[in-house]
């Protein structure tokens, strides 16, 4: 019972923050590689969203990791929009949820 309660937690964080990463998406431009500009927004956007559900310090944590691992696998902050948030997004927020 209790492990459902938490895996259902951890659904509905991973939704918000799903939906912070698509805003962000939207504000990026197309063609282009990320900017200093792109990841102080991802992070800023990013932490707001997870900080009611973890805390500061663990949001700061999680957001780092999240816009590493995104840096490395999308070198154009615009293809974050080929995402789907049942599968890569997923994978990469539940590692950085670790």
Do not use: H
Not at 14 to 23: D, Q
Not at 62 to 91: E, F, G, H, I, V
């Amino acid at each position: 019972m209790k492990s459902d309660y938490i895996m259902r937690k951890k659904n509905t964080r991973f939704s918000g923050i799903y939906w912070i990463l698509i805003l962000f998406v939207f504000e990026s431009s197309c063609a282009r590689s990320w900017t200093k500009k792109d990841e102080k927004e991802f992070k800023s956007g990013c932490i707001q969203g997870a900080v009611k559900d973890m805390g500061k310090e663990k949001a700061v944590r999680y957001c780092d990791c999240m816009l590493d691992q995104l840096k490395q696998r999308y070198s154009n902050p615009s293809d974050l929009n080929y995402l789907k948030q049942d599968t890569a997004l997923k994978r990469l927020a539940q590692g950085c949820l670790q």
